[in-house]
C-alpha cells in the first residue's frame, strides 16, 4: 500500500478526537532538535522480554513459532527504538504532556514501565520528579543507566532490568504511572497486562496513569489495487494455483498508512479503555458496529485505528492514529474482506467485531469479524477470522 497521508501541516495542528465528542486534540509539531534531543516513546517493551534469550534462528522457526518467540528480544535493537523516538506526533504528545503539566509530575514518585531508553524517565526527571523507577526487560535497561548517567539524572532516575510482574520497587506506592503499551490494533503484543499490574500493586491510591483513555474505532476503505496485489496475486503465480496462499494471506491483518481519499464510510467507535480502572479482561470484547456509506463506491477492507488521551492534563492532549490525522508508526490495520461491496450513499454496513488475545499466546490478537449489506447492487452476510500474529 505504502499510502502518503496529506495531512503534513508544518504548523500546529488540531484533529477530531473521539469523532462525536465535541472535543479536540492539540499537539505541535516539533523541529529537528526537538526531536534530536528529547523525542521518543518506547512502545511496548514489554517486561516478558525477559525470557527472550538468543535471537531464533530463521531455520529454526516452524509453523508453531508465533510473536512471543521472537517478540522478547526485538527491543533490545537500536532500530526499533529509533522508529519510535522519530515518531513525532507520539513522542510530542508525551513530552507535552510532561513539560505543560509539571503539576502531574513535580515531587511525585514516577514509574516508567517498559522504559527503553529512559526517554519518558528523562522528561519525567526534568519535570521535577521526586524520583522515577524506569523499568526495562530487554537488554536496552543497559544502555538506559548510561543515557540515564550521561545526562546527569542518575540520582533522580533508577533503572530496574527485569519484568515488572517480577521484580521489587524500593518504594512501597508509587504517585504516577506512565507507559507507551499501545501496540498495532492498540492491542497487539499485550502490554497493557503489565501496566494494570503495575497500577494495582504500586499506585497510590488517587495516583494516576499516563496515558488514562485509549479508543479503538473502525472504518471501511476502497481498495482495489492493493488488494489485487496482496490478496488476488495468489491465484496465479507465474502461472501456479498457489490459491491456498491467499486464503492464509486474507487472515492476516494489514499494518499500512492508508490514504484518507479512500475512506467511504463514517468511523465508529468500537471500544474506550479506562486504563485507570479497567481489569485486564476488559481488552477482550465484542462490539457492534454501524458503518454509513458517504458516497457510492466499492468496500474492499475495513480499517481499524485508534486514540489515545490523557484527561488529566489542564488541557486535553492526546493523539489520534486515524488516517485524516499526521501518520504515525502505528499506521492503520487493514482488514481485507472476502467480498468486494458494491454500496451507495447512505447504505450501512452492520455488524460486530470480537476481539481476544490468543490463548496458546496471549501477546497475539484474534479478531472475528461479522458483517452485513442489505444494498441496492450487493446484499452480503459473512464472518470472518483474523489473527494479528
Known amino acids: 500500500m505504502t499510502k502518503k497521508n496529506n495531512n503534513n501541516n508544518e504548523e500546529e495542528e488540531f484533529v477530531s478526537f473521539g469523532h462525536n ?19 521518543g516513546l518506547e512502545a511496548a517493551q514489554d517486561e516478558s522480554m525477559c525470557e527472550a534469550g538468543e535471537s531464533t534462528d530463521a531455520a529454526e522457526v516452524t509453523d508453531d513459532t508465533t510473536s512471543a518467540d521472537y517478540y522478547f528480544d526485538s527491543y533490545s535493537h537500536f532500530g526499533i527504538h529509533e522508529e519510535m523516538l522519530k515518531d513525532v506526533v507520539r513522542t510530542k504528545t508525551y513530552q507535552n504532556v510532561i513539560y505543560q503539566n509539571k503539576f502531574l509530575i513535580k515531587d511525585k514518585i514516577v514509574l516508567d514501565v517498559g522504559a527503553g531508553t529512559g526517554i519518558l524517565s528523562l522528561f519525567c526527571a526534568k519535570a521535577g520528579a521526586k524520583h522515577v523507577y524506569a523499568v526495562e526487560c530487554s537488554q536496552m535497561a543497559d544502555m538506559a543507566k548510561e543515557i540515564v548517567k550521561a545526562n546527569g539524572f542518575s540520582d533522580v532516575i533508577t533503572v530496574l532490568k527485569g519484568k515488572i510482574e517480577e521484580i521489587e520497587l524500593p518504594t512501597p506506592k508509587v504517585d504516577v504511572i506512565i507507559s507507551e503499551w499501545m501496540g498495532y490494533f492498540l492491542l497487539f503484543e499485550n502490554m497493557l497486562d503489565s501496566v494494570i499490574y ?10 494516576i496513569v499516563l496515558p488514562d483513555k485509549a479508543s479503538l474505532f473502525l472504518t471501511a476503505i476502497e481498495d482495489s489495487e492493493y488488494k489485487e496485489d496482496k490478496i488476488e496475486f495468489w491465484n496465479s503465480v507465474y502461472g501456479f494455483d498457489m490459491s491456498c496462499i491467499k486464503k492464509k494471506a486474507m ?27 479497567m481489569s485486564s479482561g476488559d481488552a477482550s470484547f465484542t462490539a457492534p458496529f454501524k458503518l454509513v456509506a458517504q458516497r457510492n463506491d466499492y468496500i474492499h477492507a ?24 499526521r501518520a504515525t508508526h502505528w499506521k492503520q490495520t487493514v482488514m481485507y474482506l472476502e467480498d468486494v461491496l458494491t454500496i451507495c450513499e447512505g447504505e450501512t454496513i452492520t455488524g460486530s467485531m470480537s476481539v481476544s488475545y490468543n490463548k496458546k499466546n496471549p501477546r497475539d490478537v484474534d479478531i472475528k469479524l461479522s458483517y452485513s449489506l442489505n444494498g441496492q447492487h450487493s446484499k452480503v452476510s459473512r464472518t470472518q477470522h483474523y489473527k494479528m500474529r
Open 198 to 207: 503495575a497500577r494495582n500493586k504500586w499506585l497510590v491510591d488517587g495516583g
Open 21 to 39: 465528542l465535541n472535543t479536540k486534540i492539540r499537539f505541535e509539531d516539533a523541529d529537528e532538535d526537538e526531536v534530536a534531543e528529547g523525542s
Open 251 to 277: 487472515m492476516e491483518p494489514l499494518v499500512d498508512t492508508v490514504d484518507q481519499n479512500q475512506i467511504v464510510t463514517d468511523s465508529k467507535l468500537l471500544k474506550t479503555m479506562d486504563i485507570s480502572k
Open 302 to 325: 475495513l480499517v481499524a485505528y485508534f486514540d489515545v488521551s490523557f484527561t488529566m492534563c489542564h488541557k486535553l492532549l492526546g493523539f489520534s492514529t486515524g488516517p485524516r490525522s
